[in-house]
């Protein structure tokens, strides 16, 4: 990433994003300037934290999301992709836009929460219980797919992944909204974000609606989506209620690989 902001002092050090997030600790988190990596450093993964299966908490490339840059009690992301949120967080700030997480990690066993819930009919979705009025499973997981992930083929399953402000799509048409995703739009990629689930058409023919709220930190899940794409295979993408319909609906190619070209 050529884009990324620097303050000049520091750009003959190889800054870490973990030496800026320790610089924002012991300062005014509202007026320091971060610090980014000038070359992301190659990160390699293994399969279990491409699917989710590990806890955040305890990982030691995550960090806890301070309140305030989140709507969340607990939240966490990968400390690499935090501090360029908050480089972005603080120069919205300067321009009168407020950015705020409203939801981050989410692992294997969140996403599976929400999932079932909406499969077995506890979450009610667009009007619909799902069990009861879609028999089909194959449909019903379509459904689901609108603007939900199946577990394990999660961009939040990766710390790199954020929705902000608002998972409405008429919040953003409008007013307060409207002028926070034209900043986003003008200003993410400045910062290594990029809106992953973008309008659909020739650019991206398949995947979840339109998600003006999904940002995602390209240095990193630029590369984790090309590892999901190597490694990952349908055997892996189980151990919750309806993960059969998987491979029917070949998840992988029409949803976690149907992301905008420019976030590819
Ligand atoms: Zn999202």
Redesign the pocket.
């Known amino acids: 990433m050529k884009t990324l902001l620097f303050t000049s002092s520091l750009l003959l050090i190889n800054c870490s994003a973990n030496k800026a997030l320790d610089q924002k600790n012991s300062t005014n988190p509202n007026t320091q300037v971060f610090t980014l990596p000038v070359d992301t450093p190659k990160i390699e993964v293994d399969e279990n934290y491409l699917l989710g299966q590990f806890d955040p908490a305890t990982h030691p490339d995550f960090m806890p999301i301070e309140q305030q840059h989140t709507t969340k009690s607990s939240a966490y992301l990968r400390k690499d992709t935090y501090a360029a949120f908050v480089n972005m967080h603080n120069a919205a700030k300067k321009d009168g836009i407020t950015l705020l997480i409203v ?1 981050a990690t989410r692992n294997f066993y969140a996403q599976k929460g929400i999932w079932e819930s909406k499969w077995t009919g506890s979450t009610i979705v667009s009007g619909k219980n799902l069990a009861k009025e879609v028999k089909d499973t194959i449909e019903r997981a379509k459904y689901i797919l609108l603007y939900s992930s199946m577990p394990g083929t999660s961009r ?1 399953h990766w710390g790199t ?1 954020i ?1 902000i402000n608002n998972l409405n799509d008429n919040y953003f048409l409008s007013g307060q909204g409207k002028k926070e995703y034209e900043w986003l739009t003008a200003h993410a990629h400045e910062y290594g974000f990029c809106q992953p689930y973008s309008k659909k058409g020739t650019d991206r023919e398949t995947g979840y609606e339109e ?1 003006k ?2 940002w995602s930190y390209m240095p990193v899940s630029g590369q984790l989506i090309q590892q999901y794409e190597a490694k990952i295979t349908y055997a892996r993408i189980k151990g919750f209620k309806g993960s059969g319909t998987g491979k029917v609906i070949d998840v992988i190619k029409n949803y976690v690989l149907g992301i905008a070209g420019k976030c590819k």
């Open positions: 939801s939040h992944d929705d998600e709220w999904h």
